[in-house]
């Protein structure tokens, strides 16, 4: 393919090749079928789930870790009635399950009596929850870093991080508290918004955070070395472009924030900014959770365990999860992608058990 006419530059989404004179289209994309673009390739949209279901009543999962498919952690509040050695059904409080690809083991991190909220999975022996503080796993037991004792007035319930020695931790009341390996060190956010959603870079340099109060004013900021700057604030659920942003996810250069109005990205190098979607097309979910494992490969989960994918060329909406249900519905809260596989946890809100939908492609 040649440059476009009368100038030196090659057409969006491609570049020059060696010649100097001819372009290719860039990774992910390919030639539309008129030679006169590059589109993205498509992925498949077609998902089979698996539904089950934990604890026997008043459950809530709130995130789950996918290593693979046979390796799977959740975290939330987990109820059951338990037989004792004397036969007598006794009520048992679990905070987390494993899954091994057979069966769910229920797991105690420390008491088990604390709902855990958050999870940031490196490698078995290097686990970190929150449940208002954080939590580590070193491969032989659970370390509370209870921050209130160490002078820190925070409490924190969503994590992520790009090792154990650069952690990071958001909670109530703007909440940012940065983990380098020795030490514990509250970051000034500049707000007093509850924030619930944390992600970044692959190399930690860029991190986002973003969150909402009751009368849904909003806030993102930006954190680059630390230091932090307001991105974007709306004042209700309906202000534009953003909305209340409830989640995030990062890909390559580009942010994506997703609410019940829209999702939104922002390029963090340009400082440039679009709407990828508005709620209204996508049936008017409220988003809890959004992953991009690339621009063509766009996932969603809403608050009652819809599923949005995009795949290149168009969206899909997927209520098998939901249909389940009948009219007792779910909650959802949290959800992982990991290549072809998808696990979306919350709440069966007729049977108080706890959701756990694996979806593969």
Not at 228 to 250: C, L, Q
Not at 331 to 343: A, L, P, Q, S, W
């Amino acid at each position: 393919m040649i440059l476009q006419a009368d100038t030196c530059a090659c057409i969006p989404n491609s570049h020059l090749v060696d010649d100097g004179e001819s372009c290719e289209c860039d990774t992910l994309y390919h030639w539309s079928d008129d030679l006169t673009e590059c589109v993205l390739d498509t992925t498949s949209s077609d998902f089979t789930w698996v539904i089950d279901t934990l604890g026997t009543y008043y459950t809530i999962l709130r995130d789950v870790a996918i290593v693979d498919e046979n390796d799977i952690w959740v975290v939330g509040t987990i109820r059951v009635l338990e037989q004792d050695s004397s036969g007598e059904l006794v009520r048992e409080k679990y905070n987390s399950a494993h899954w091994d690809g057979s069966e769910w083991e229920m797991k105690k991190i420390l008491s088990g009596n604390t709902e855990n909220k958050g999870i940031q999975y490196f490698n078995a022996n290097d686990i970190w929850v929150t449940s208002g503080f954080p939590i580590h796993w070193d491969g032989e037991e659970w370390t509370l870093y209870h921050l209130q004792n160490m002078g820190l007035p925070v409490s924190v319930e969503y994590c992520w991080g790009t090792s154990s020695d650069n952690m990071y931790f958001v909670g109530s009341y703007g909440s940012i508290v940065h983990y380098d390996g020795s030490g514990f060190t509250v970051i000034e956010s500049g707000t007093d918004i509850n924030l619930y959603s944390i992600s970044g870079t692959p190399d930690g340099e860029y991190v986002f955070v973003c969150g909402a109060n009751k009368f849904y004013n909003s806030i993102i900021l930006q954190l680059k070395h630390q230091q932090v700057e307001t991105i974007y604030e709306g004042e209700s659920a309906y202000s534009i472009p953003a909305g209340a942003p409830r989640t995030i996810s990062v890909y390559g250069d580009t942010a994506y924030f997703a609410s019940g109005l829209s999702v939104w990205k922002y390029n963090f190098i340009t400082k440039s900014s679009s709407v990828v979607y508005e709620a209204q097309n996508y049936e008017g979910i409220s988003a809890r959770a959004i992953h991009v494992n690339s621009p063509n490969d766009l996932f969603l989960c809403g608050a009652r365990s819809e599923f949005i994918h995009y795949n290149g060329s168009s969206w899909s909406s997927d209520f098998s999860v939901w249909g389940q249900f009948d009219y007792q519905g779910v909650g959802t809260y949290g959800m992982d992608v990991k290549d072809d596989i998808v696990v979306i946890v919350g709440k069966c809100l007729g049977a108080l058990r706890g959701l756990i939908a694996i979806g593969k492609r």
